[in-house]
């Protein structure tokens, strides 16, 4: 069983790529803005929640999205241990939802103390209604995984084949297949998590 969204392509990335920001700080530490900047335009053109993207969401163009990360910096900016928590990103998250004047939407937090199987849970029914989710990993015990350490990346689909359980993560315009058990069972006590979104 898979199930994948229809992502944004900017300029034909799939979804915006923090190498492209000229900002040393955004380029250095602006994954979770760029986390936030794909959501919102995703929302604007699968949800019509027009307000959260100021440009043309049907065709997002590299110059529009360097200048929508600069609207999203003040609200998820790099700090010098990053956004390494799931409350600092749905404070910011949240502020530039009610500012954008978009009241439908809700945000919480699944951390990284859940079990797998509430992981699974939570993917399951965010993609199912079509909601793309922001995930925190910070340490992992895994060294494959270590593109992924401390970095924000949107899941965007699962495949659930054989007892195995895969998410599809998108980062640096480029997608790959993870297992979910490995990439939320990351051996360190200090745990990211998703962010899950809702209706109001």
Request: charged share 30%.
């Amino acid at each position: 069983m898979r199930k994948e969204l229809d992502y944004i392509r900017v300029s034909g990335s799939l979804g915006g790529n923090q190498d492209w920001f000229l900002d040393p700080f955004m380029k250095g530490g602006g994954c979770a803005a760029v986390t936030a900047c794909d959501l919102c335009i995703y929302l604007a053109k699968h949800r019509g929640l027009t307000g959260l993207y100021p440009y043309d969401a049907r065709e997002p163009q590299k110059e529009d999205y360097l200048r929508f990360s600069k609207k999203m910096k003040p609200y998820l900016h790099p700090r010098w241990q990053g956004i390494d928590t799931l409350d600092i990103y749905l404070e910011g998250i949240g502020a530039y939802w009610r500012d954008a004047g978009c009241e439908e939407l809700t945000a919480e937090g699944l951390y990284g103390t859940a079990s797998f199987e509430e992981a699974k849970e939570g993917v399951f029914r965010q993609i199912d209604k079509g909601f793309p989710i922001p995930f925190l990993l910070l340490h992992h015990k895994e060294p494959r995984l270590k593109d992924y350490e401390w970095h924000w990346f949107n899941l965007a689909g699962y495949e659930e084949a054989e007892g195995e359980f895969f998410v599809k993560a998108i980062t640096y315009g480029e997608l790959e297949w993870l297992d979910l058990k490995l990439l939320w069972n990351t051996g360190f006590e200090q745990k990211g998590g998703m962010i899950l979104l809702g209706d109001r």
